[in-house]
């Protein structure tokens, strides 16, 4: 028996061997689809850490999510981020020394100030003014892992003005921004004495 196919004929021998081979060149593309897809969503994961589950609960899938993620990435490379010099980073460092000294006897000021600071220092850097949601997405490009601390430490001196924080409140703020400020300028350190090797 012979099989017709756009102007070809087939032996049943021959339709078989080529539809098994068609088979299995499908299964081998969406092998590989899947593999280049997990290897993504590995690397997403890896990379951004909790900010990539919060951003699959925000977004309603994984893929939606993974999307916003590149699409933040994407958004930061168009930036100018810059490295501080070290006369900035001194200044920023006996700004953040005279903020943590008032915090034993003014809490809510100084957790309103470590807020502006750590704000000043990322404008410094070149992340733009924007509201805090926008500004946290683009900080978790360089700074996945402290997205946790300073989600925590905005929520606590965001109702400042209302009162409404506790003195152990307050106190984990200024922890969770000292753990910020210390990680940005860090990340300035290290990039330092590769410069300088």
């Not at 309603?60 to 100018?80: P, Y």
């Not at 430490?153 to 965001?158: D, G, K, M, V």
Request: aromatic fraction near 10%; hydrophobic fraction near 45%; avoid cysteine.
């Amino acid at each position: 028996m012979n099989y017709h196919f756009m102007g070809y004929y087939f032996t049943y021998t021959q339709f078989i061997v080529a539809s098994a081979l068609l088979a299995v060149v499908v299964l081998i593309a969406v092998g590989a689809l899947v593999e280049r897809r997990k290897t993504r969503t590995v690397a997403l994961r890896n990379r951004f850490g909790s900010e990539y589950d919060l951003a699959v609960v925000k977004h309603g899938s994984a893929r939606r999510a993974e999307a916003k993620l590149a699409g933040r990435e994407t958004r930061v490379e168009a930036l100018k981020i810059r490295e501080i010099g070290v006369p900035e980073r001194k200044r920023f460092a006996a700004e953040w020394y005279t903020v943590q000294s008032r915090f034993v006897d003014h809490p809510k000021a100084a957790v309103t100030e470590a807020d502006d600071l750590i704000n000043a220092l990322l404008e410094a850097r070149g992340y733009p003014r924007a509201d805090f949601e926008q500004r946290a997405a683009d900080v978790s490009v360089h700074y996945p892992r402290v997205m946790e601390n300073y989600r925590l430490a905005h929520s606590i001196a965001e109702p400042l003005d209302q009162g409404v924080a506790s003195t152990e409140e307050l106190r984990t703020a200024m922890i969770q921004y000292r753990a910020i400020f210390d990680d940005l300028l860090q990340a300035q350190t290290l990039s330092e004495e590769r410069a300088a090797a």
